[in-house]
């Protein structure tokens, strides 16, 4: 599973950050969403999927 995130469209809400917090971070200057690994191993895909659902912003997106 592959995971993008677009940081003109996300709000830094931290969602995604909270509920995986090993794919997901935020930059400390703007809180924008960080990817720490876009190729997303398959013991994580299912929390991946929730925190895409969770974005308040739709920045998520997987393939
Ligand atoms: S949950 Fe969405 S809006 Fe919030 S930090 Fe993550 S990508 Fe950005």
């Known amino acids: 599973m592959e995971i993008k995130a677009d940081t003109t469209v996300c ?3 931290g969602m995604c ?7 997901f971070d935020q930059s400390e200057d703007e809180g924008t969403v960080v990817l720490l690994q ?3 191993p398959q013991e994580l895909e299912d929390a991946v999927r929730r925190a895409v659902t969770l974005c308040p912003s739709g920045a ?3 393939s």
């Open 17 to 23: 950050a909270l509920t995986v917090p090993k794919v």
């Open 38 to 40: 876009d190729d997303v």
């Open 11 to 13: 709000i830094g809400a």
């Open 60 to 62: 998520l997106s997987v």
